[in-house]
């Protein structure tokens, strides 16, 4: 099978969730329903069934972050997974958020 199953996908929604958490990641009333302090600023943060969508307060005058393309323009810096996502590219995504913790 390619793609998961609902209730494949609503455990994957829950671990990405749990990771973040574990990240230190807060409860936030927007959107994105996470937000983390981070060097560049606050992150919002939103667990996906494939994905984490980010996007920066301000967009940090980097040119590059690692894990995923940064949007120079809007600060979103999403990290997409594959149809059917494995352990391994949500412990790439979260490494990558690690990195830009105070």
């Given at each position: 099978?390619?793609?998961?199953?609902p209730?494949?996908?609503?455990?994957?929604?829950?671990?990405?969730?749990?990771a973040l958490i574990?990240l230190?990641?807060?409860?936030?009333?927007?959107?994105?329903?996470?937000?983390?302090?981070?060097?560049?600023?606050?992150?919002?943060?939103?667990?996906g069934?494939n994905?984490?969508?980010?996007?920066f307060?301000?967009?940090?005058?980097?040119?590059?972050?690692?894990?995923?393309?940064?949007n120079p323009?809007?600060?979103?810096?999403?990290?997409?997974?594959?149809m059917?996502p494995?352990?391994?590219?949500?412990?790439?995504?979260?490494?990558?958020?690690?990195?830009?913790?105070p």
């Amino acid at each position: 099978m390619r793609t998961q199953t609902p209730k494949q996908a609503a455990a994957f929604k829950e671990k990405v969730t749990k990771a973040l958490i574990a990240l230190g990641a807060t409860a936030d009333d927007t959107f994105y329903g996470y937000r983390l302090n981070t060097i560049y600023g606050g992150l919002r943060l939103s667990p996906g069934e494939n994905s984490i969508r980010t996007s920066f307060d301000v967009v940090p005058k980097v040119h590059c972050l690692s894990g995923a393309s940064l949007n120079p323009y809007s600060g979103k810096w999403n990290h997409e997974f594959s149809m059917k996502p494995t352990q391994e590219q949500l412990d790439y995504a979260i490494e990558n958020i690690r990195r830009i913790l105070p």
